[in-house]
């Protein structure tokens, strides 16, 4: 038990001496990660995301009606935020579209309203420029969401004509209409009621600063254990056997530099976790240091693992930083989940990067997950079982 402890004691006392450099790898990385951060956040929900959409409309010939209705449909807050409609001739649309001067336009049929009254639905033609940007995309995701309203109210006061023709009670028709055309434009019309009540975030239970600031403190983690790669690197063939003579086998050689590894780490959470409370971001609790110590545990193991099975520290080192990438970005580090295919977001919780955010973020909310608590757990133990398995494998 003496030799196992003495050795331990040997690869911390070389682990805190490459401190100055982790130290040094982990400020640059901060600075780089920092300005990625806030330029995400600003792509996510800073500034308009397209321009405003130029329509043009074909209104026919003495139709005052068509008029109206698109008097009507331009004062929609969803449309009118984004929608500028300019009346022009069928003659000058194609030209128009051609140079770019509108995204869109909109051809009115004659007795358009009266065919809605009497249930004709003339469809009104939407003409889209060859390749379409996200402008003409969005303006017929509108037309398509209008037209869908428009859709469901017809069939809902058909259905209740039709109900009311069954039990004989036509005389009650027209009364039933103008209370159904009521109800439906009170809940259709004022689209943007729905944006004002719920919003959507996401970075599901955490504002954006704060999760692109897990999502680049896990990265610094990961990334600055490459500046101190001579420590992760396997021992020679003779310190090896030498070492076995003494009793020490793989599973204590990997823990130990695992150990050793994760006390750098620790340094480095300390730190960010000091300034983190100091800005008044996050409290500093018993569960705060415990969850952050497995973090750096785990943190610790994988990059160990990596090295280990790389076989070399230049191999290491590549597979450290692409795989690290890599599984950060399935992970949804770098764009959040809800942004990646569902075939993704469905991996996603079984990378160790995600393991590793899910970690930092009970560390830095304060909410106790046991499932989480396991999976770090499970990733400190199986990154060192692989590590020790690659040095069997080795001697």
């Known amino acids: 038990m003496r030799g196992y402890l003495c050795y331990a004691g040997m690869e911390l006392k070389r682990a805190l001496k490459r401190l100055p450099h982790i130290l040094a790898g982990a400020a640059a990385l901060v600075v780089l990660m920092g300005a990625a951060a806030l330029l995400a ?6 500034g308009q995301a397209v321009e405003r959409i130029p329509v043009g409309v074909v209104l026919p010939e003495e139709d005052a009606l068509a008029g109206q209705a698109m008097r009507m ?3 929609l807050e969803s449309v009118k935020s984004l929608c500028d409609f300019t009346y022009i001739e069928e003659e000058a649309t194609g030209e128009k579209l051609k140079k770019g001067e509108l995204f869109a336009v909109l051809k009115m049929p004659d007795g358009f309203i009266q065919d809605i009254m009497s249930g004709v639905n003339t469809p009104v033609t939407v003409i889209l420029p060859e390749n379409a940007g996200a402008e003409s995309r969005i303006f017929k995701e509108l037309t398509d969401a209008g037209a869908e309203i428009l859709g469901s109210a017809q069939a809902g006061i058909y259905s209740g004509d039709e109900l009311l023709s069954e039990y004989g009670f036509t005389d009650k028709m027209a009364v039933f209409e103008r209370d159904m055309n009521q109800i439906y434009l009170t809940y259709s019309l004022p689209r943007m009621d729905y944006f004002r009540k719920v919003m959507v975030n996401a970075a599901k239970d955490v504002s954006v600063p704060v999760f692109y600031g897990i999502s680049a403190f896990v990265l610094v983690l990961l990334l600055s254990v490459i500046s101190v790669s001579d420590l992760l690197k396997r021992e020679p063939a003779v310190m090896r056997q030498k070492l076995s003579l003494m009793g020490i086998g793989p599973f204590t050689t990997a823990g130990s530099r695992i150990l050793g590894v994760a006390v ?16 008044g971001m996050i409290s500093i609790g018993l569960n705060t240091i415990l969850t952050g110590f497995l973090v750096c545990l785990g943190a610790a193991s994988f990059s160990v693992c990596l090295f280990q099975t790389a076989g070399s ?3 290491g080192i590549f597979l450290q930083f692409f795989l690290v990438t890599a599984f950060h970005f399935l992970s949804g580090g770098f764009l959040p989940e809800v942004f990646l295919p569902e075939s993704i977001q469905r991996a996603a ?12 973020k009970m560390a830095v909310t304060g909410n106790e997950s046991l499932v989480t608590a396991v999976e770090l757990a499970a ?6 079982l692989i590590a020790a398995a690659a040095e069997v494998k080795e001697a």
């Not at 956040?41 to 800073?46: F, I, N, Q, V």
């Not at 750098?264 to 800005?279: G, K, M, N, R």
């Not at 919780?349 to 930092?360: A, N, R, Y």
């Open 313 to 315: 520290r230049i191999g």
């Open 73 to 75: 449909v331009s004062s």
């Open 379 to 384: 990733l400190g133990v199986g990154g060192w």
């Open 41 to 46: 956040g600003k792509l996510l929900y800073g």
């Open 264 to 279: 750098l780490l620790s340094v480095i959470s300390v730190l960010a976790a000091a300034a983190a409370a100091w800005t």
């Open 349 to 360: 919780p079984f990378l160790p990067t995600h393991i590793l955010m899910e970690g930092v």
